[in-house]
C-alpha cells in the first residue's frame, strides 16, 4: 500500500500506480473497474519529474514494511 501526500499539503492518497505526464505526477487511485487519476505534483521539467518518481521506487524498494508513505516535494 502506498499513501502520498500531495505536493500541496491538501491531501493524502492511496495509489495504485504513479505515473508522469509531462511535467505532472498523477496517481491511479480506485477499485478494478473505478480507477481514475489525481495530480500529486508539477515540476519544472518532465526530467525532475522522473527524479521524483525514482525517488518513490527507491521508498518502496527499501521498505520492510505493508504501508510505505511518501511526501512529494515541493520543487
Known amino acids: 500500500m502506498l499513501w502520498i501526500i500531495t505536493q500541496n499539503k491538501q491531501s493524502l492518497v492511496n495509489v495504485k500506480e504513479v505515473t508522469v505526464k509531462g511535467k505532472n505526477i498523477e496517481g491511479i487511485i480506485g477499485s ?3 480507477d481514475w487519476s489525481k495530480s500529486l ?5 518532465n526530467e525532475r519529474a522522473l527524479e521524483i518518481v525514482n525517488e518513490i521506487f ?4 527499501e521498505s520492510n514494511g505493508i504501508s510505505v508513505t511518501f511526501t512529494m516535494p515541493e520543487k
Open 32 to 34: 478494478s473497474n473505478l
Open 41 to 45: 505534483g508539477k515540476y519544472e521539467s
Open 58 to 61: 527507491t521508498k518502496v524498494e
